[in-house]
């Protein structure tokens, strides 16, 4: 117990990285596409903690090993898909990342259970869905 | 979801495995081993007494290249038709170092722009492949499949190989894949509905 107790101490002196940016760059994907706002802001609460280079932190970030778990489910989130980098990718890898995100979010795949179940915002309502799914759909399209 | 996903993985194979149903083809022209990997990393291009039986001076070169890839694909396309998920993903595995080792430099600027374009996002879905259950694997197979005939209209190959299309996947859109013999085996629905399909296109 006593070495549980100090190793959990103990852990909160390792440092994490913060993934925090303060400005949108010109290749975000709201930035070079003409996204709805109610779409924008959908994906902005939904997605952009772990698919962009600005986490919104909660407060037990503070607190280890949380922030590792974090820390290293943001670094894969967006190395999967970064929304900051859109306009780089190349035409055939938007065609697979759209893809993606609309299968993701039709099978309920995307955001995380784990995600959703601390931040009750950013559960994708059915309506929410059906209008992310149209506005890719038709970006995909129009690749 | 994802046990639904696994546990219809795992029918499908348990499924394939009293059937015993397997497919021969492709595997004759499996020759690829390691030693193609560090021929490769090792600038094959400076090395014309190194190549092999392909002969062909400067198109034996650049072929050369796509036919590794090409070989494990076919690998990759058997584990689907066979709904053997562990396959799959060994297979979607090689191609990630296969992609990986893939030198552009005999290619002319544009189509190594191009090639790098195919190669980045191909990685990805072998990446994808190699870690995830069968229904996700056939996703990204669909997309893969595209980047590989992408790829070899610009590579060239030595294969004769069959460019097929099952028009019901994908919610009906369609997918292509590529294959080594022109019976259909479907390696998006497998045991399923094995001979869905038609050839579109004979490469060679």
Redesign the interface.
């Known amino acids: 117990m006593l070495v549980l107790l100090v190793g959990f101490v103990g852990i909160q002196f390792f440092p994490t990285s913060r993934n925090q940016s303060e400005t949108l760059p010109k290749i975000d994907f709201m930035v070079v596409n003409n996204v709805p706002k109610q779409v924008e802001i959908t994906i902005t609460t939904s997605c952009y903690d772990c698919h962009s280079n600005n986490t919104e932190y909660p407060w037990y970030n503070k607190v280890q090993p949380v922030a590792w778990f974090l820390e290293d489910h943001v670094k894969q989130g967006k190395e999967e898909l970064n929304f900051n980098e859109w306009a780089d990718y190349s035409s055939r890898r938007k065609n697979s990342k759209l893809k993606s995100i609309i299968s993701q979010i039709e099978d309920d795949e995307m955001p995380l259970f784990s995600y959703t179940i601390v931040h009750g915002d950013a559960k994708l309502s059915e309506g929410q869905k059906k209008e992310i799914i149209s506005y890719m759909t038709q970006l995909k399209k129009d690749l | 979801?994802k046990r639904t996903k696994v546990s219809t993985g795992i029918l499908a194979i348990a499924l394939v495995t009293l059937t015993a149903t397997s497919c021969k083809d492709a595997k004759k022209e499996h020759d690829n081993g390691d030693g193609h990997h560090s021929d490769m990393e090792g600038g094959e291009g400076h090395d014309e007494a190194g190549m092999d039986s392909n002969g062909m001076m400067d198109s034996g070169q650049k072929t050369s290249k796509s036919d590794m890839l090409v070989a494990n694909y076919l690998d990759l396309k058997n584990a689907l038709v066979a709904d053997d998920e562990n396959a799959a993903a060994k297979a979607g595995g090689i191609m990630v170092s296969d992609f990986n080792n893939f030198d552009t430099a005999s290619f002319g600027s544009d189509e190594q722009q191009e090639l790098k374009?195919?190669i980045?996002?191909a990685k990805?879905?072998a990446e994808h492949i190699s870690e995830s259950p069968i229904g996700h694997q056939r996703?990204h197979f669909d997309?893969l499949s595209k980047?590989m005939i992408d790829l070899i209209a610009i590579t060239g190959t030595e294969e004769k190989l069959y460019q097929d299309f099952c028009p019901m996947y994908n919610d009906n859109k369609g997918a292509q894949w590529l294959s080594a013999t022109k019976e259909i085996k479907n390696p998006y629905y497998g045991a399923k509905m094995m001979s869905c399909g038609s050839v579109q296109k004979e490469i060679n």
């Open positions: 979801m374009d195919i980045e996002d990805e879905h996703e997309v980047d």
